[in-house]
C-alpha cells in the first residue's frame, strides 16, 4: 500500500532554515507528481508547493516563492522541501502529497513545524 | 487566488442526508470538472473522498456522492453515520496555480 512518511519538523526560530522530507513507498514514485501541503493549527488546507514526475515542472504559491525549494530524488523515492527565512506564520503541519495534476490521491502523516523564538 | 467559499458548519442526524457546498469562480470551480473533497478527522491526515467533481475511489461508500452546477460544487452524504463526523474540504484545480482550497466545513452528527 501507498506510505509517505515526512520527517524534519521542529522547532526554528524566525529567519532560520529547515528541511523536510518524505519518503514513499507502494507505489512507482517516479510516475508521480508530488506536493506538500500545509495547515496551520485550527486552520483549513494551503497547497505549498508542487513537482512533476520528472522534476521539471515546479510551482510554489505566492506565500513561499522564493523562500522554499521542493526536490525530488527518484533514485531514492523521496521528495523534499527546503524551507529558508521561515516567519511564524510558516508554522503549520506540513503534509507530503501523491498527487495527480487534478487531485491529491494520497497523503502522509505530516510533520509539524513551529516557527517561534 | 482566492479559497473556495464552504459553510463553516453543516449538521445532521443519524440515518439523514446533509449537502456541503463550495463556491469558487469560473477560473477554479467552474472552469474545471476536477473538484475533490477530502475527509479529515481530528489529528488525522485528509483521505480523498471524491475527485472530477462526482467520482469515488475505491473503499469509498456510495453514501458520498458529488456534483457540480456552475461555480458551485457539493458533497452530498447520505444515510449520515456518526464515523462521518470530520472536517471536510473542497479543492478544485485551477489552471497554473494549480490548487485551490475550501475553508473546510465540519460536519456534526447529532
Known amino acids: 500500500q501507498v506510505q509517505l512518511v515526512e520527517s524534519g519538523g521542529g522547532l526554528v526560530k524566525p529567519g532560520g532554515s529547515l528541511r523536510l522530507s518524505c519518503a514513499a513507498s507502494?507505489?512507482?514514485?517516479?510516475?508521480?507528481?508530488m506536493s506538500w501541503i500545509r495547515q496551520a493549527p485550527g486552520k483549513g488546507l494551503e497547497w505549498v508547493s508542487y513537482?512533476?514526475?520528472?522534476?521539471?515542472?515546479?510551482y510554489y504559491a505566492d506565500s513561499v516563492k522564493g523562500r522554499f525549494t521542493i526536490s525530488r530524488d527518484n533514485a531514492k523515492n523521496s521528495l523534499y522541501l527546503q524551507m529558508n527565512s521561515l516567519r511564524a506564520e510558516d508554522t503549520a503541519v506540513y503534509y507530503c502529497?501523491?498527487?495527480?495534476?487534478?487531485?491529491?490521491?494520497?497523503w502522509g502523516q505530516g510533520t509539524l513545524v513551529t516557527v517561534s523564538s | 487566488q482566492s479559497a473556495l467559499t464552504q459553510p463553516r458548519s453543516v449538521s445532521g442526524s443519524p440515518g439523514q442526508s446533509v449537502t456541503i457546498s463550495c463556491t469558487g469562480t469560473?477560473?477554479?470551480?467552474?472552469?474545471?470538472?476536477?473538484v475533490s473533497w477530502y475527509q479529515q478527522h481530528p489529528g488525522k491526515a485528509p483521505k480523498l473522498m471524491i475527485y472530477?467533481?462526482?467520482k469515488r475511489p475505491s473503499g469509498v461508500p456510495d453514501r458520498f456522492s458529488g456534483s457540480k452546477s456552475g461555480n458551485t460544487a457539493s458533497l452530498t452524504i447520505s444515510g449520515l453515520q456518526a464515523e462521518d463526523e470530520a472536517d471536510y474540504y473542497c479543492?478544485?484545480?485551477?489552471?497554473?496555480?494549480?490548487?485551490?482550497f475550501g475553508g473546510g466545513t465540519k460536519l456534526t452528527v447529532l
Open positions: 502529497a501523491r498527487a495527480h495534476i487534478t487531485m491529491i490521491e494520497d
Open positions: 507502494g507505489f512507482t514514485f517516479s510516475d508521480y507528481y
Open positions: 513537482i512533476s514526475s520528472s522534476g521539471s515542472t515546479i
Open positions: 469560473s477560473s477554479d470551480v467552474g472552469g474545471y470538472n476536477y
Open positions: 472530477d467533481v462526482s
Open positions: 479543492c478544485s484545480y485551477a489552471g497554473s496555480y494549480p490548487w485551490v
